[in-house]
């Protein structure tokens, strides 16, 4: 039952696929109106995830137990016109039969420990503001919302800003 936290290659599509879509319709449910969780369909979740994988703006990780993919974050550190490294992440879906099993945790202290070799000497990531459960998951890690909000017209759903210093 160890697991192994690594870089995603394009050859993990299907299992990247079976945590997101997984993730999209049964954790989105309640936070995202049904037309929106709908919307998410397998061809555009494959189209998405085949170009993420084939040139990723950023890096892609993989939670491996037991040979199957458990776990997925996205990140990139970027350059600010003022020379500060910013640090980003885009995504963390963790399967709904490895909650409470150190997945997220495990993706997103990589995810952060990554940024900040890179230079990044706080991170921001993006979350819908009726996603409770993962509000508290990000809390408890050390997130902090910082005021910022967007609605995204592909979604509808506001979202809140959370953000981590480590600098």
């Known amino acids: 039952m160890s697991l192994q936290v690594r870089p995603a290659t394009p050859d993990d599509l299907s299992g990247v696929l079976e945590v997101f879509l997984a993730c999209w319709r049964e954790s989105y449910r309640g936070v995202l109106p049904d037309a929106g969780i709908d919307a998410m369909t ?3 979740a494959e189209a998405l ?11 892609v990780l993989v939670a491996v137990r037991d040979g199957g993919i458990v776990g997925i974050t996205r990140y990139a ?6 020379g500060r490294i910013d640090g980003a992440v885009h995504s963390l879906y963790v399967s709904s039969r490895a909650h409470g099993g150190g997945i997220g945790g495990a993706l997103l202290a990589q995810a ?3 940024l900040r070799d890179a230079g990044a000497e706080a991170a921001t990531l993006w979350v819908f503001a009726a996603n409770a459960p993962s509000i508290g998951f990000y809390e408890a890690k050390g997130w902090h919302p910082d005021g ?3 609605t995204q017209p592909e979604f ?9 210093e480590w600098a």
Do not use: I, S
């Open 156 to 164: 509808g759903e506001p979202e809140q800003r959370m953000r981590k």
């Open 112 to 114: 952060t420990a990554d």
């Open 148 to 150: 910022a909000t967007r």
């Open 77 to 82: 550190a970027t350059t600010a016109d003022d």
């Open 42 to 44: 397998d061809e555009r």
């Open 49 to 59: 995830w085949r170009r993420v994988l084939a040139e990723p703006v950023g890096v």
